[in-house]
T-cell receptor, first 112, second 113 residues
Framework: DAGITQSPRYKITETGRQVTLMCHQT?????MFWYRQDLGHGLRLIYY???????DKGEVPDGYVVSRSKTENFPLTLESATRSQTSVYFC???????????FGEGSWLTVV | DQQVKQNSPSLSVQEGRISILNCDYT??????FLWYKKYPAEGPTFLIS?????DKNEDGRFTVFLNKSAKHLSLHIVPSQPGDSAVYFC????????????FGTGTQLKVEL
């Protein structure tokens, strides 16, 4: 079944390590997003991409890097993980019909 | 600056009764609004949306009302069922604004037997 898949689903890493969260979608949607979910903050946009090789910052981009060499993939990298980046990360893509964003199942990241 | 606000972190309702979840926004540029539902350990799933040209949209047990003058929207669930227990996020977007959505902080709905 087509959709968005994220990997890893669960990750524990140490402060200062580099971590990459992968996101793959099979719909060929142009727009893709990374959100993080934190208690008291809801879902906040980290980065988004309008197409391959086009990315832009969202509300909370500091400490994160993204790339989009192919339409279907949108990896998120934490270059030097900090404890404040412990969160649940959701990748999403935009469906034109209905102005709707579809989310992946999430990646739980703990930085110790 | 929280542009989309859900002031009730939690709501408890009895099965069969109406659940009303509220959302306020401050940015008058928002022209479409959505509600998402989220179960633990899963991603948010789209529930229902409304365009700013409407004041009501209904889909089965779910109805969203929009009051543009008050910058307020609400989600009504009638009748509430135990399976509706989840976190509900309100979201808003601007047509032509890069398809980004701004989310509220969520309301945990618990439907009790």
């Amino acid at each position: 079944d087509a959709g968005i898949t994220q990997s890893p689903r669960y990750k524990i890493t140490e402060t200062g390590r580099q971590v990459t969260l992968m996101c793959h979608q099979t719909w060929s949607h142009s727009y893709m997003f990374w959100y993080r979910q934190d208690l008291g903050h809801g879902l906040r946009l980290i980065y988004y991409s309008a197409a391959a090789d086009i990315t832009d910052k969202g509300e909370v981009p500091d400490g994160y890097v993204v790339s989009r060499s192919k339409t279907e993939n949108f990896p998120l990298t934490l270059e030097s993980a900090t404890r404040s980046q412990t969160s649940v990360y959701f990748c999403a893509s935009f469906r034109d019909r209905g102005n709707t964003i579809y989310f992946g199942e999430g990646s739980w990241l703990t930085v110790v | 600056d929280q542009q989309v606000k859900q002031n009730s972190p939690s709501l408890s309702v009895q099965e069969g009764r109406i659940s009303i979840l509220n959302c306020d926004y401050t940015n008058s540029m928002f022209d479409y609004f959505l509600w998402y539902k989220k179960y633990p350990a899963e991603g948010p799933t789209f529930l229902i949306s409304i365009s700013s040209i409407k004041d009501k949209n209904e889909d089965g047990r779910f109805t969203v009302f929009l009051n543009k003058s008050a910058k307020h929207l609400s989600l009504h669930i009638v009748p509430s069922q135990p399976g509706d227990s989840a976190v509900y996020f309100c979201a808003a977007g601007i047509t032509g604004g890069g398809n980004k959505l701004t989310f509220g902080t969520g309301t945990q709905l618990k439907v009790e037997l």
